[in-house]
């Protein structure tokens, strides 16, 4: 979780944010936590253009990684099935990007992408074999690319989740490899076969959901008791190395690991900390609905009153710490229920229809007009991309606001950036694999508070 700041490209003001959040649903006096974030997260992916973004040197990027996390988030609180619909249809139109093309395959993101054409009811047989085919003799799912194998403890958890979903037999020497990773502990280390085990909480709780679905139920036991060492009395959990603090983020994923390993005190308490995050009718329409990072995050935008705004921390935060309020794991979310979300009551005006879900009309990929190449060197990287702008008008009660945004996007080995978020709001963007020799050269945790490739 880097110190690198991040920002949405897109991101036209409170005012534009807050109109789509009022047109995600009709305001519902009994909107559940659950239900209130997945209104935020479902407002951020259509004001977006279908998914989210991340920013690094001055351009912006899909990031494909968050926005499976934003899709899966929603869906397991089985509301914006039409948001989801259209997300997922971006991602398929636009995978490659994330989990490779041709001799590029990159392990934990095609298992990601697997997961969440499964959850969604699209075919996924095509990757689930090319993922197989991934699998080395000891077990590991690795990368294959000319840019190095940044495959880790959390994508070898994400391709144990695809085989057990799909109905495979999953292989006793890919779950032996992920057991191996285990700490004296109980925790699990992020770099496959590091010589140092440096157990991490966010690794540890991917790590249990894989394996209570593979019936490990001795590692998962002892991975639940490392995280309850990590437990604070708030009910917050502290993530990794660079994480230290009690977040969001970090109970979210814990609280169902805990659930699955029978602690459910501990899961109750990290459910707890996460709603005292959650930003509620105090705050400004954008913001509500979504989990702040961290208690300081979330006392400084009450503090800001009606001049708190989303910021790219909220959205990083949100899709992951929502797993506190559904408790379901990954292996078992499936997409269904209601079209759209909604949202909190705070004494607005409810929109007309009871299943919208906003959709800037006029907004459409940029991917799909967007013809880019990136040619790579050990030394020197050389990018081409093209912007593409997009506009859209959106009308609701609050009154009529336009979106206009530019985004750049580059195609090639993918920038993988999913996980959770620093505390300074910032994205974080550790393992950026490809994109040139600068991100090749990052790797899997070579940068200080580096994000985690998932």
């Not at 995050?297 to 001049?307: C, E, L, Q």
């Not at 967007?370 to 008008?393: F, H, I, K, L, P």
């Not at 090639?412 to 505390?423: A, F, K, Q």
Request: proline share 4%.
């Amino acid at each position: 979780m880097t110190l690198l700041t991040t920002a949405r490209a897109g991101f036209a003001g409170t005012a534009t944010l807050a109109a789509f959040a009022l047109a995600v649903a009709p305001a519902h006096a009994a909107t559940t936590p659950d239900d209130a974030a997945s209104a935020f997260v479902v407002g951020q992916l259509a004001a977006k253009g279908n998914y989210l973004n991340a920013e690094f040197g001055g351009e912006s990027y899909p990031d494909y990684g968050l926005t499976i996390d934003a899709l899966l988030g929603v869906a397991g609180t089985s509301t914006g099935t039409a948001q989801i619909s259209k997300t997922a249809d971006w991602l398929v139109a636009n995978g490659t990007s994330y989990y490779g093309a041709g001799s590029e395959a990159y392990a934990g993101s095609l298992a990601k992408q697997v997961v969440m054409l499964q959850a969604t009811g699209r075919p996924s047989g095509a990757l689930l074999t090319k993922l197989k085919s991934m699998q080395t003799a000891a077990g590991r799912f690795s990368d294959k690319s000319e840019y190095g194998d940044y495959s880790n403890t959390i994508g070898q958890s994400w391709a144990l989740i695809a085989l057990k979903r799909s109905g495979e037999t999953v292989p006793t020497k890919a779950i032996d490899f992920l057991v191996a990773q285990q700490c004296a502990d109980g925790g699990f280390r992020l770099e496959l076969g590091a010589a140092k085990c440096t157990s991490d909480s966010d690794v540890t709780s991917f790590a249990v959901q894989a394996l209570a679905a593979n019936g490990r139920t001795t590692a998962v036991s002892k991975a639940a008791g490392y995280l309850a060492t990590q437990q604070v009395a708030s009910g917050g959990v502290r993530g990794g190395t660079s994480t230290e603090s009690p977040n969001s983020n970090s109970a979210g994923l814990a609280a169902v690991a805990f659930t699955l390993a029978g602690r459910t005190d501990n899961a109750a308490k990290a459910t707890a900390f996460v709603k005292t995050l959650q930003f509620g009718c105090s705050a400004p329409a954008a913001l509500r609905g979504a989990i702040a990072y961290d208690k300081p995050a979330f006392d400084a935008k009450i503090a800001a009153g009606s001049r708190a705004v989303v910021t790219d921390q909220e959205t990083r935060a949100t899709p992951q710490a929502m797993l506190a309020l559904t408790l379901t794991p990954y292996v078992r979310t499936i997409a269904g229920g209601s079209a759209g979300v909604a949202a909190l009551d705070c004494g607005t005006n409810p929109t007309s229809s009871p299943t919208a879900t906003a959709s800037p009309s006029s907004t459409s990929s940029p991917s799909s007009s967007t013809s880019t190449t990136t040619s790579t060197t050990t030394s020197t990287t050389t990018s081409t991309t093209t912007s593409s702008t997009t506009s859209s008008t959106t009308t609701t009660s609050a009154g009529t606001a336009t979106t206009s945004s530019t985004t750049s996007i580059v195609t090639g080995p993918p920038v993988v950036t999913d996980g959770p978020t620093s505390s300074d709001g910032g994205a974080d963007l550790g393992v950026l694999a490809g994109v040139g020799a600068f991100f090749a050269s990052i790797g899997a945790g070579a940068v200080a508070h580096g994000r985690r490739r998932r």
